[in-house]
């Protein structure tokens, strides 16, 4: 398959890792690629629905019914680069006769690596203290400074037990001696044995027996109209006094005011956020909170990471334009 004036014609929204817009050059010497990086605006993304077959896209895209629903489209695929895909309507791309595809499992262990990240950091302290060293604070160890607590032993709730919460408790349980429990509306779908939970990973029937049990609760479900606001001010007064709250999912899973209230109040030692209810805007008091570990949206931001996710979208769209199925459609 090749581009050309009569090939397909492909628009990518962003800049991605120099292999995959090398691959796609090679496959489609005219592709649209983004220079300047900058997110594209509802006009930018209706015009790219008009103008190529093929949109390559990522999560600061809004899909909205509005965007997909304009006239004149002759996009057939939208290949996300990213496995959430809470950013595209999927009910308008649908009826707008879009295909979309994500990119699961090569990001895997490498968000499940920063949701320990956040884990390490809130429960030692870890970004307070590199603060207050670059600020000329520290004077020297004394045995009672800065004193974090221990991951060992302590009880992890997952929300939400699909590849990514699945990973980060076997390396919490393995790695850290963390006790893992979970919760989800379903069994996990689990087809190699290699990505199950830990063995001993305990069930909870119910969001509310987790959150009492948690001393760290880490969110891994998919933002959804059913998950918005899980975390609110009910549930937040259902967790451990003192536990930490971490987010690797998406922003809209917490309701950030809320989170904000319970972490003034003392109710929740800490919070590692790496998404934002109002993404790429924090909200303001989470800023100043050193209780607080704030990470810039860095889940599957390596390398390696990011191009085997580029190429995974080639890879669903070779076979698209191929008129084979899909490998990763939604
Ligand atoms: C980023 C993610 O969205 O895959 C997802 O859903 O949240 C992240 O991997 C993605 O990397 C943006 O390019």
């Known amino acids: 398959m090749s581009g050309g004036a009569c090939g397909p014609q492909v628009v990518v929204t962003r800049r991605l890792p120099a292999p995959v817009e090398e691959a796609l050059r090679a496959r489609f010497p005219d592709v649209r690629l983004n220079a300047d990086d900058a997110a594209f605006t509802p006009e930018q993304l209706a015009q790219a629905l008009q103008e190529a077959d093929v949109v390559v896209t990522t999560v600061t895209d809004r899909w909205t019914p509005a965007v997909l629903g304009a006239s004149g489209v002759r996009a ?151 998950t918005r606001h899980l975390v609110n001010a009910a549930t937040l007064a259902q967790m451990k006094p003192g536990a930490v709250l971490v987010n690797t999912a998406r922003g809209d899973v917490v309701d950030e005011a809320a989170l904000v209230a319970a ?43 990011r191009s085997a996710m580029g190429m995974r979208a080639v890879a669903n769209l070779d076979a698209f334009l191929d008129g084979r199925p899909c490998p990763d459609a939604v």
């Open 76 to 226: 057939r695929l939208l290949a996300n680069v990213g496995v959430g895909v809470n950013h595209i309507d999927l009910a308008a791309a649908r009826a707008a006769g879009i295909t979309v595809t994500n990119t699961p499992d090569v990001l895997t262990e490498d968000t499940a690596d920063i949701a320990i990240a956040l884990v390490l950091m809130t429960l030692r302290r870890l970004g307070e203290g590199e603060r207050l060293l670059r600020a000329g604070i520290w004077t020297g160890l004394r045995p009672t400074f800065h004193l974090g607590r221990t991951l060992r032993g302590k009880v992890l709730g997952i929300v939400g037990y699909g590849r990514i919460g699945r990973a980060t408790a076997r390396i919490a349980a393995a790695g850290f001696g963390m006790r893992v429990v979970w919760h989800a509306p379903r069994d996990p779908r689990v087809d190699d044995p290699a990505t199950a939970g830990p063995p001993d990973a305990e069930r909870m029937p119910t969001l509310e027996a987790l959150l009492r049990a948690s001393d760290v609760v880490s969110l891994h479900c998919p933002a959804t109209p059913e």
């Open 263 to 305: 972490l003034q109040a003392g109710a929740l030692a800490g919070a590692g956020l790496d998404v934002y209810e109002f993404e790429p805007r924090v909200t303001p008091a989470l800023l100043a909170m050193e209780q607080v570990v704030l990470l810039p949206h860095l889940g599957s931001a390596t390398v390696e990471t």
